[in-house]
């Protein structure tokens, strides 16, 4: 047997075995819509903005330029950090802008701005080696 006929045959055993639909989705941003709580989060390292989460798990956290820019890493999809982000920020005080949040391939990027003019813009990039997302997080006060 041909080795694509015996891919085809496994893959429709695998889907029609396990009782679930085939994922359709790009894993990167596969999510199960998740509720994140505030009180799961540890407390963030000295520098970082009382008002800028870290997404649970994270690890690598760089301050650099006074609290105006952190950098992390955290073992997630993209979907997962983005999911986490929309939903957390806006407790923290942060609205959306005008910007509209995009995601291009590996890439998102994410604007919120709080009524003060306070504006914080996050760049997340998943990385498919190592399986993480990088999450910079730029913050503007004016």
């Given amino acids: 047997m041909r080795w694509w006929v015996w891919l085809g ?47 649970p798990g994270a690890y690598d956290v760089q301050v650099q330029k006074a609290g105006t820019l952190v950098v992390y890493r955290v073992k997630a999809l993209l979907g997962e950090v983005l999911d986490y982000y929309q939903e957390v920020l806006p407790r ?16 998102a990027k994410l604007a919120r701005a709080k009524p003060a003019g306070d504006r914080v813009v996050l760049s997340l990039r998943y990385d498919v080696r190592g399986h993480f997302v990088t999450v910079a997080i730029s913050v503007a006060r004016p």
């Avoid at 819509?33 to 009382?50: C, E, Q």
């Avoid at 802008?97 to 291009?104: F, N, P, Y």
């Fill in 92 to 107: 923290y005080g942060w609205q959306q802008t005008a910007a509209q949040d995009t995601v291009v391939g590996y890439v």
């Fill in 9 to 55: 045959m496994l893959a429709l055993a695998a889907a029609s075995g396990c009782g679930k639909p085939p994922v359709t989705a790009s894993p990167m941003l596969a999510t199960a819509t998740p509720t994140f709580s505030l009180a799961s989060s540890l407390p963030a390292p000295a520098g970082v903005p009382d008002d800028v989460p870290l997404m």
